[in-house]
């Protein structure tokens, strides 16, 4: 990489030629403040409190947009350049309604950190007196314009990263604002709740009803993992505080996501409301009642060591955990299965980035806008770049609007001959495909790159631990283990006269078991897990099951004791 | 001696924008000539060497424009004729798409032949109903008599040219604004660089001009460089039409050479101010530029003679105010505008241009405070080289030119807590 010199503050740089003043600043430690810059988003320049002074250029310079060259000599923090941006804040304080104390980023807010760097100790003009209306019409966020400062990070979010194209503003001037689609509510919009803008906006103008007054980033604590809401398994942060999950963000170095996530994993998991199971329950004269471990572990070991014994096991679960399953019930002669199935690659097997690169993306039998939701966002962005989508779905696929091509199955071949055309095919497919179609996806081979999404976040972790896959309802025992942690597995039950379920909510499940012992949740332990490309990645435990919860393999490790089993 | 009139020479003839009129006043020559006559580079050269600047208000060199076109010939280029004539102030642009959307077509072939673009677009103000009638006939016109489409003249040359309208946005005549609302999005200015030579519409390398700089280009070609750089000044070459408009007995378009004194226009060819009264104030080159007095009226209207000065010839725009306006009632409606035209993408433009009208209203509606003459100028200097476009620059003239001229009747507003020129 070239690099150039130049002057910041008097500190001598050598900063990456191309790059901008301000990368080259926070490369070399500078702090130069932004609103309407993000890392993860195109530079934008309108803010203008990045402001800087450029030796030989007539005006002050945006830092974010204006590049480096040889010899330049920058001063951030002139005379001159901290009116502007005084000027800058003083302004978007008398625009909506900045009253920070009442607001719940308060502590956290970008704006109300620069008014503190800039010693704004008054309001030169005076403030806006008519509320804004606050658009609350989304399940999970509200939108409050009152605090919102026009910076269009979450407008470039929907657009660039999501590429959804939700978000956009409407009317111009000092009447601008934030809208959803053609100026209707943001519930009644395009928008898929993945919730990227929330986690760009620099204000308190995009808030989730989770988090909200629930911490500010000095009480909450951060811990990296991986999302396991399905099997491309986003980086994602948890943040939680006194052991409850306050938040989830997409974690911007990930390699996989880059920061983007869905409404699966943003979302859902801090509404999950099903009721925990905290300690053993034992089922007595048809009711469950809690019991200690030692009792109802010596009462499984008893039933386990019988004859017809299937297991079943989620694929949310970690690969530490698959091995264990699969050592225990192994030597018990159990019919094991994991809940998930993988979907076809007849060539090459690709990885999510290829979607960057392809000219034309085919997708086979796969919802993206249900499932696998940020492959849909890969494979939106993709479309906009100018590759083109040949859909093999149905005729409500969720991406059918950015399909340039969009048949049934029973036309599928002529697309399959199409994308053997191009230079660089993707084929993005579904898990439980009818055999047809894998079928017909063999001229593909050897000059696509395929992408299967699995259904079940870990299948490829079970398979690797050898457990078979299956939809989970053809296990047929006289008694039946299911360990289900956190997922909504559905099993009928098949005639089996003694079902144990390792489980962390009540639910259908816990409701036909004999026996239940409580298992962690995702976020309660750690691991690893192997997404839909192949590649093993880390889950951290971030919060600390309740007091009665044993680690599922703890769990599985003292049944084997139990039974006299050396694994 | 009267001037002999260029680009309005054909204005005043009945039926003067069809193709039969403009033909048998010698229309198409220029074309003809440039196409069988001359290399791209020769005409990029001759326009070079006309002097010729842009008539839209920046004054760019229009050679200097056309030479930073990649030369390329397997590069898609554009070229876009900016007909969002919305600069307050200013008509020339509707007059000549109306009265003679012809010339304008032809000097766009020419352009394009020489930049090597096969592509043209219009994109025209969406309030001017009848040049839009006026720019799709002459283009039919020109498609039917082989002035475009494909093989035009037969010089193995092809070009086509359509036309876009606008939706009634100010910032649409900031070039890279008016790009983006061609490609049907919001209408907001570009970063630059890059400029649109290197990356314009649909990202290719595009041609920006405005209607009158285009009207140029045919008669440079026939009657060559040293021609046209004979009429007006060193600097700014060229005739141009100045647009007459405000307290003046005969408003409307006059076209002269470049330099003629603000004088002669306003007292010989508009016929002086209205009942004999005193010129107060007079705007050189549309809502933009900052204002004059009547003691700079022997300023020649060229580009380096009101730079010099501290204003602008920007449009060509002439408003003339005589001594019965109210200077901050002036400078609030000219404000008003900007602050009503900003796209809202900067903040300096979006919140500072409303702060200016707030603190301007307030005087006006004799509630100003002490201080406020100070608050306008310190809005000025905030907002002024900090806007993301050069319309922030523009928004802040009005006031800033009016308290620098007439600070007096600024502060007599305060005082008396009312507007001295109102009864």
């Given amino acids: 990489m070239t690099k150039v010199q130049i002057t910041i503050d008097g500190q001598k740089i050598a900063a990456e030629a191309g790059s901008t003043v301000l990368e080259a600043a926070r490369e070399a430690g500078l702090d130069i403040p932004t609103l309407c810059h993000h890392p993860a988003l195109s530079n934008w320049g309108a803010c203008r409190i990045c402001l800087v002074e450029i030796e030989r250029q007539r005006a002050l310079q945006t830092a974010c947009t204006f590049p480096v060259t040889e010899g330049m000599v920058v001063h951030t923090e002139s005379e001159k350049v901290v009116a502007a941006r005084k000027f800058v804040l003083q302004l978007l304080f008398s625009e909506r309604n900045h009253y920070c104390m009442y607001c719940q980023m308060s502590g956290d807010c970008e704006l109300q950190s620069l008014a503190y760097r800039y010693g704004l100790t008054e309001w030169p003009y005076p403030r806006p007196v008519e509320p804004l209306a606050v658009d609350a019409t989304r399940q999970y966020f509200v939108m409050d314009h009152n605090r919102c400062i026009l910076c269009r990070r979450c407008v470039r979010a929907c657009a660039e990263l999501v590429a959804n194209h939700t978000l956009g503003v409407r009317e111009r001037g000092i009447h601008s604002m934030i809208t959803a689609d ?164 007849p060539g090459a097997e690709g990885r999510l980035t290829d979607l960057a690169e392809a000219d034309v993306i085919l997708v086979v039998g796969a919802d993206l806008k249900k499932d696998h939701q940020v492959a849909g966002a890969f494979v939106r962005r993709a479309v906009d770049r100018g590759a083109r989508l040949a859909l093999v779905a149905d005729a409500d696929n969720g991406l059918a609007s950015y399909a340039t091509w969009h048949v049934g199955f029973d036309q599928m071949d002529s697309l399959v001959g199409m994308a053997a055309q191009a230079s660089r095919p993707v084929v993005v497919c579904a898990a439980d495909l009818p055999a047809e179609a894998e079928a017909a996806l063999a001229p593909l081979a050897g000059k696509a790159s395929f992408l299967g999404l699995s259904r079940g976040s870990n299948s490829r972790g079970a398979v690797a631990a050898g457990l078979p896959l299956s939809r989970g309802g053809e296990a047929s025992a006289r008694v039946l283990y299911i360990l289900a942690e956190d997922d909504r597995l559905h099993i009928p039950r098949n005639g089996a006269g003694f079902v144990v379920a390792q489980a962390s909510y009540v639910g259908p499940l816990t409701d036909m078991a004999d026996v239940v012992l409580p298992a962690p949740i995702w976020a309660e332990q750690s691991g690893h897990v192997t997404n839909t490309e192949g590649r093993v990645q880390s889950v951290q435990a971030a919060l600390t099951p309740p007091e009665n919860v044993w680690p599922t393999v703890k769990v599985l490790k003292t049944l084997a004791g139990r039974l006299n089993l050396a694994l | ?161 359509s036309v876009h309208r606008g939706a009634g946005a100010y910032i649409c005549g900031e070039e890279t604004a008016m790009l983006e609302s061609l490609e049907g999005k919001r209408g907001e200015p570009r970063l630059k660089p890059p400029y649109p030579a290197q990356v314009g519409l649909y990202a290719r390398p595009t041609l920006v001009h405005n209607v009158e700089t285009l009207a140029c280009v045919p008669h440079i070609v026939l009657r060559g460089p040293e021609w046209f750089a004979s009429i007006g000044t060193e600097d700014s070459t060229g005739p141009k039409i100045f647009c007459v408009s405000g307290d003046v007995n005969r408003p409307g378009n006059y076209e002269l050479p470049l330099g003629t004194p603000l004088r002669e226009i306003i007292y010989e060819h508009a016929g002086g101010i209205k009942e004999g009264r005193q010129l107060k104030a007079v705007i050189p080159g ?48 000219l404000t008003r505008f900007f602050a009503h035209e ?31 003459i100070e608050r306008l100028l310190s809005l000025c200097d905030g907002i002024a080289g900090h806007t993301f476009c050069p319309m922030g620059d523009a928004a802040v003239n009005p006031t800033l030119s009016s308290i620098k001229h007439f600070r007096h009747e600024y502060e007599v507003h305060i005082e008396r807590h009312r507007c001295p020129m109102s009864s």
């Fill in chain 1, 182 to 345: 053609l100026n209707v509510p943001m519930g009644e919009s395009s928008c898929i709740q993945c919730g990227t803008c929330l986690q760009v906006c620099p204000t308190g103008a995009l808030m989730d009803l989770k988090s909200a007054y629930r911490g500010r980033e000095t009480q909450v604590e951060r811990t990296r993992s991986t999302c396991v809401g399905c099997s491309i398994g986003c980086g994602i942060e948890l943040v939680s505080r006194a052991n409850h999950l306050v938040r989830i963000e997409g974690d911007w170095d990930a390699e996989v996501n880059k920061g983007l996530l869905c409404v699966v994993g943003r979302f859902e998991p801090l509404f999950d409301d099903r009721q925990r199971v905290t300690q053993p329950l034992v089922r007595r004269r048809g009711l469950l009642e809690p019991c200690e471990w030692d009792e109802a572990l010596g009462l499984v070991a008893e039933k386990l060591s019988g004859d017809s014994l299937a297991a079943l096991i989620t694929t949310r679960a970690t690969n530490e955990t698959m091995t264990q399953f699969g050592r225990l019930f192994r030597s018990l002669g159990a019919e094991m299965a994991a809940v998930g199935s993988l979907a076809p690659a």
């Fill in chain 2, 1 to 161: 001696m009267t001037f002999e009139k260029i680009l309005l020479r054909n204005v005043e003839i009945p039926n003067s924008e069809k193709i039969d009129v403009y033909l048998k006043r010698g229309g198409y020559q220029a074309l003809r000539k440039a196409l069988h006559e001359h290399t791209p580079d020769e005409l990029v050269e001759m326009v070079k060497a006309s002097g010729l600047r842009g008539r839209g208000g920046a004054g760019f060199p229009a050679g200097l424009k056309w030479s930073f076109m990649p030369k390329a010939a397997d590069v898609t280029k554009y070229v876009c004729v900016n007909t969002d004539e919305g600069e307050p102030g200013t008509f020339k642009d509707r007059l000549l798409v109306e009265r003679d959307p012809h010339s304008i077509i032809e000097g766009v072939a020419i352009a394009a032949y020489a930049v090597g673009a096969h592509r043209a677009f219009v994109y025209i103000r969406g309030e001017f109903f009848t040049g839009v009638k006026r720019w799709m006939k002459a283009i039919d016109d020109a498609y039917a008599r082989g002035f475009l489409g494909a093989n035009i003249l037969g010089s193995g040359f092809d070009l086509d040219l």
């Fill in chain 2, 286 to 333: 549309g809502a933009s530029t900052p204002m004059l007095t009547a003691e700079h009226l022997d300023v020649p209207m060229a580009f380096e003679t009101l730079h010099a000065i501290g204003t602008m010839l920007g449009t060509g725009g002439i408003t003339v105010m005589d001594e019965r306006v109210c200077i901050v009632s002036a400078a609030l409606r």
């Fill in chain 2, 342 to 372: 900003s796209c809202g993408k900067c903040t300096p433009c979006r919140v500072g241009t409303q702060r200016l009208v707030d603190t301007l209203q307030r005087i006006e509606d004799g509630r100003g405070q002490q201080g406020d």
